[in-house]
T-cell receptor, first 112, second 109 residues
């Protein structure tokens, strides 16, 4: 039982490059989330998926897209990376909306 | 709008003492509050939660207190240990979960 698995753990991009962050959970959770964490700002919600087939914007969605591929997988895509997207990204899942989130170990992304 | 904040960004306590980490929230519309612990290099980990129909909830060495009148909650850690050194986040559930900026707890041996 791995919980929430994120890949990759580290990534360096040049401005304008694109990439997809992958996330999978094996707890049969309905809801999945993508957060970014910046120093002194806590965790900010980028996008979430309350259930398979639905996605909604969070606090900071600009520059990102998401796909809820199936119940297990929720990916985050940066179409044209910008230095402002340098951050640590966390995927999380929960049984119900917002309750008791289980987090992955994070992806440290640097955009040069 | 909704915001969640903490009173102190850092806190140092002596090993064995009790720790109290405070949090304030702006909007009384939330009925569910959560505390998370984040160790260096790891994702946040659930510690304890409380619903708005409760004032207090206890776990193993941790207690969460909720004061709805002043929109304040606190996390108390009894007999603080070196393994408790981490960043602690409070969060509130509105239409989505809003996190506070975190308090870094350092335990002095």
């Amino acid at each position: 039982n791995a919980g929430v698995t994120q890949t990759p753990k580290f990534q360096v991009l040049k401005t304008g490059q694109s990439m997809t962050l992958q996330c999978a959970q094996d707890m049969n959770h309905n809801s999945m989330y993508w957060y970014r964490q910046d120093p002194g700002m806590g965790l900010r919600l980028i996008y979430y998926s309350a259930s398979e087939g639905t996605t909604d914007k969070g606090e900071v969605p600009n520059g990102y897209n998401v796909s809820r591929l199936n119940k297990r997988e929720f990916s985050l895509r940066l179409e044209s990376a910008a230095p402002s997207q340098t951050s640590v990204y966390f995927c999380a899942s929960s049984t119900d909306r917002g309750e008791k989130l289980f987090f992955g170990s994070g992806t440290q992304l640097s955009v040069l | 709008g909704e915001s969640v904040g903490l009173h102190l960004p850092t806190l140092s306590v002596q090993e064995g003492d009790n720790s109290i980490i405070n949090c304030a929230y702006s909007n009384s519309a939330s009925d569910y509050f959560i505390w998370y612990k984040q160790e260096s290099g790891k994702g946040p980990q659930f510690i304890i939660d409380i619903r708005s129909n409760m004032d207090k909830r206890q776990g193993q060495r941790v207690t969460v207190l909720l004061n709805k009148t002043v929109k304040h909650l606190s996390l108390q850690i009894a007999a603080t240990q070196p393994g408790d050194s981490a960043v602690y986040f409070c969060a509130a559930l509105y239409d989505k979960v809003i996190f506070g900026p975190g308090t870094s707890l350092s335990v002095i041996p």
